[in-house]
């Protein structure tokens, strides 16, 4: 696709069950990143994967979150056990090459509400 | 550690004028610099970015910045704001001369421009 592609772009979910986000990111960007921007506030980095590995994980804010690429493509952010404070917009984005000079075409995000 | 600051949460500007917000950075080497608008409901564009050369970049939409390595800033500027031009800016840093986790960027906390006719 021509950009970068998410879903679902609205979940809303109760307390305790688990979600899965998804990101398709631009065909040939080895390099893609999770976010999470809660409301009124900036972004809060999570992951990224180079290729499918992810090399930095101390991001994520507790174990109920993992993430997974395959493929060199999409990649999965999975929330176990949801709770009120996980309600966020959650961004996906990805840029191309290891080079740090490229910059990251972003998603629409998902925006999940956990009631 | 790697920071990005943005002392400011909003920037109020009328239009037609020239228009500035700030960043400042804190990085252990050479950076590479970033600016990104969000518009509402929308996820991040890119605007600009500072590799390497002369100082002065310009991007996107009449927007340039200016990379001062001796005040660690990269502040975004216009030379004349438009109502169109109201969102969310974001600041971004990474560190070239990192080992390891040379991908990932560190954002400011954002400035959000209103621009009013």
């Known amino acids: 696709g021509a950009g970068v592609s998410q879903s679902p772009s609205n979940k809303v979910t109760e307390k305790g069950k688990d979600v899965e986000l998804r990101c398709d990111p631009i065909?040939?960007?080895?390099?893609l990143y999770w976010y999470r921007q809660r409301l009124g506030q900036g972004l809060e980095f999570l992951i990224y994967?180079?290729?499918?590995?992810?090399?930095?994980k101390s991001g994520l804010p507790s174990d109920r979150f993992s993430a997974e690429r395959t493929g060199e493509s999409v990649s999965t952010l999975t929330i176990q056990r949801t709770q009120q404070e996980d309600s966020a917009v959650y961004l996906c984005?990805?840029?191309?090459?290891?080079?740090?000079?490229?910059?990251?075409?972003f998603g629409p995000g998902t925006r999940l509400t956990v009631l | 550690a790697q920071s990005v600051a943005q002392p400011e949460d909003q920037v109020n500007v009328a239009e037609g004028n020239p228009l500035t917000v700030k960043c400042t950075y804190s990085?252990?080497?050479?950076?590479?610099l970033f600016w990104y608008v969000q518009y509402p409901n929308r996820g991040l564009q890119f605007l600009l970015k500072?590799?390497?050369?002369?100082?002065l970049v310009k991007g996107s939409y009449g927007f340039e910045a200016e990379f001062n390595k001796s005040q660690t800033s990269f502040h975004l500027k216009k030379p004349s704001a438009l109502v169109s031009d109201s969102a969310l800016y974001f600041c971004?840093?990474?560190?070239?001369?990192?080992?390891?986790?040379?991908?990932?960027?560190?954002f400011g906390s954002g400035t959000k421009l209103n621009v009013k006719p």
């Open positions: 984005a990805s840029s191309f090459g290891t080079s740090g000079r490229n910059e990251q075409f």
């Open positions: 990085v252990s080497g050479n950076p590479y």
């Open positions: 500072y590799i390497t050369g002369d100082n």
């Open positions: 065909s040939g960007h080895t390099a």
């Open positions: 994967f180079q290729g499918n590995s992810a090399p930095d």
């Open positions: 971004a840093v990474r560190d070239r001369g990192a080992r390891y986790n040379f991908n990932k960027f560190y």
